[in-house]
């Protein structure tokens, strides 16, 4: 493992073969450079190592908040990061992401949501916005949030939230070789390419509408 | 928010078949659903909107409405976002065009 | 003797102050638009009426089919005038039904009109999850062979996550008055301070994050005149040529080196017209005031 300027990349040899570790740690902010990066390593990976199953670990405060960075498209550079994962995903390799740190808004998007499935530490923080800055832009009382919170997973911050509406696979007390490679053994025999979270969003009855709404628009 | 049920006898509106659907759920403004209904000598309209209190405005605007034009045999539905009334007389007009394929 | 649409004589209307419905008339061929979900069979979203928020039948955005230039195309609009046309749940997978419907029916392309800050806050998990389904619907309909054609030019432009998307689409059209980017200003000048971007200087805004810009730096193929029809004859000359292309470890790595070289090149510049300069423009302070042709015809001058 090697870990350089909020990167960190390596690989693990284990009872399914060797797995490469990319992502980022430290709560890194996400602008051109790391992403890049990371879209580079990942490209390296599928041209150099055909069908090596992928762990993305994501710890991320989110998107760099720059005017240079806006000046030349980050929105852009993100992009290009989420299609290289994605290329990734048709030319065979399986993915999971694994949240370590912090998940948030653009930076856990353009990565960590792209895996095929996306899973998280306990006490890890998943989250677009906090309350507070939340309860300022939509003019909503705080306290009226918080209240509401309590019954809705739909915009609070909070890794259950996530996995209720089946975004995140499961939540783990601890990262474990065992956990990864059992995850990665059901992705290679799964079908990948299907976007499972709608449906698992519906299941765990957290995110019951997004289904149902995509279904009739899909085939009416 | 404040969510209004009235029923308003009116004239049998010209014939619709289509819903028509009028205005933008924006600041100061509505949007307008309107669609056949059930009862030919009457228009049957539900209410929901940002603002509360305003019930009594709120009737007598589409009683107006009703009134005026021939809107009976159909069912209206307003989502709001603050209009005032005349914006809301406007639009309750153009959603009425739109509907009936015609000045009303 | 039938006249053939693209030739019909085009509804006069100004994109920018449309609403979603008016801009979908007047892209499409006339008529043609059928919509999916119509708000005569949808409730608003119940996540807003506990926010005591009565939100839109439709809930933001249109999705349906049409045809564009007698080719049949699926259709995506949002409605930047509600709730600065914010991805919620319903919102959200309105569009990747459409999406997904692409890739079943295979459509000549889908028209994808981005009016949107990005994810709804009132709804925020639902809206982040709902852009990650968008994205991997995108390149799903696009592996499937279908172009998705991003049109931005309303009043939101295309920020947060949809800014994202939009960069995922197979091409995107932008008039003058577009942007695109990932961060708000606002947000930006909340977080780093009014010295870092003064969110209320318009002029600059454009120059960091709209059409003009993103058309000289390649982050946008065409700009267009703030016209229903200038975007509708955008959309069907590209759709003329069009052949998607498949996604490749080459093609993304060439990708890679581009917006790689461009960052080493532009390092440590802060304001459009020092791109523009860098780009080889002779005289940036004019960029704001050409108009559409002359600014296409200055671009295809600058060297490579």
Redesign the interface.
């Given at each position: 493992m090697a870990v350089g300027g909020h990167i960190v990349t390596g690989c693990a040899h284990t009872a399914i073969g060797t797995v490469a570790l990319l992502g980022t740690v430290d709560g890194a902010a996400i602008g051109h450079d790391i992403a890049l990066r990371l879209a580079g390593r990942v490209l390296d990976i599928v041209a150099h190592f055909p069908g090596r199953p992928i762990v993305f670990l994501v710890d991320t405060k989110g998107q760099a908040l720059s005017r240079a960075e806006e000046l030349l498209c980050l929105n852009g550079s993100l992009a290009h990061l989420a299609r290289c994962v994605d290329l990734a995903r048709r030319q065979g390799h399986v993915s999971l992401a694994l949240v370590t740190g912090e998940a948030v808004s653009g930076g856990f998007l353009c990565f960590g949501l792209m895996a095929d499935k996306t899973y998280a530490l306990a006490d890890t923080q998943v989250r677009v916005m906090d309350l507070k800055a939340m309860a300022r832009v939509t003019k909503i009382p705080l306290e009226r949030l918080i209240d509401l919170a309590a019954a809705s997973p739909t915009f609070a911050p909070g890794v259950e939230n996530y996995l209720r509406m089946g975004a995140i696979e499961a939540i783990w007390d601890a990262p474990s070789a065992a956990l990864l490679e059992a995850a990665l053994a059901d992705q290679q025999a799964a079908d990948s390419r299907v976007d499972e979270r709608m449906a698992r969003g519906a299941a765990r009855k957290g995110r019951r509408l997004a289904a149902t709404t995509a279904v009739i628009v899909a085939s009416s | 928010?404040e969510i209004l049920e009235f029923r308003f006898t009116s004239q049998p509106a010209r014939q619709g078949v289509d819903?028509k659907?009028c205005g933008?759920?924006?600041s100061g403004?509505l949007?307008i659903?309107i669609?056949p209904g059930d009862d030919a000598r009457a228009c049957l309209v539900a209410v929901?909107?940002?603002a509360r209190g305003f019930g009594q405005i709120w009737e007598a605007v589409i009683a107006e409405f009703a009134n005026r034009h021939a809107v009976g045999g159909t069912r209206i539905?307003i989502?709001?976002?603050g209009a005032t009334p005349a914006v809301v007389t406007l639009r309750l007009g153009q959603a009425l065009c739109e509907y009936i394929g015609g000045v009303p | 003797m039938k006249e053939s649409s693209a030739t019909r004589l085009p509804r006069r209307l100004r994109y920018f102050e449309a609403t979603a419905r008016n801009r979908v008339a007047a892209v499409m061929d006339a008529g043609t638009f059928r919509e999916f979900l119509p708000p005569e069979q949808s409730q608003p979203s119940p996540h807003l009426a506990v926010l005591d928020i009565p939100g839109s039948f439709d809930d933001g955005v249109i999705v349906g089919a049409a045809t564009l230039g007698d080719r049949p195309v699926l259709v995506i609009a949002q409605e930047g005038l509600f709730m600065g046309g914010a991805v919620g749940e319903i919102h959200g997978a309105k569009i990747v039904g459409l999406l997904q419907r692409a890739v079943r029916e295979k459509p000549a392309a889908v028209i994808f009109m981005a009016d949107s800050g990005g994810v709804r806050l009132h709804e925020a998990n639902a809206g982040l999850i709902a852009i990650s389904e968008i994205m991997r619907a995108v390149l799903d309909a696009r592996a499937a062979g279908v172009p998705v054609i991003a049109l931005v030019g309303g009043s939101c432009g295309a920020f947060g996550g949809m800014g994202i998307v939009v960069r995922l689409c197979s091409a995107v059209v932008m008039s003058e008055e577009g942007r695109l980017a990932l961060s708000g200003p606002e947000v930006i000048e909340t977080v780093a301070g009014v010295e870092e971007f003064d969110s209320k200087d318009r002029a600059l805004v454009w120059r960091i994050t709209g059409g003009k810009h993103r058309y000289l730096t390649g982050d946008c193929d065409e700009l267009v005149d703030d016209d229903a029809a200038a975007f509708r004859r955008s959309a069907i000359e590209l759709l003329n040529d069009w052949k998607e292309p498949s996604s490749s470890v080459a093609g993304l790595r060439a990708e890679q080196e581009r917006l790689t070289s461009r960052c080493q090149r532009f390092d440590g510049l802060r304001d459009g017209l020092d791109v523009w300069r860098a780009l080889g423009v002779t005289d940036p302070q004019q960029i704001p005031l050409m108009d559409r042709d002359s600014l296409v015809a200055l671009k295809k001058e600058l060297p490579a």
């Open positions: - | 928010m819903a659907l933008v759920v924006g403004n949007e659903l669609q929901k909107t940002s539905a989502n709001d976002m | -």
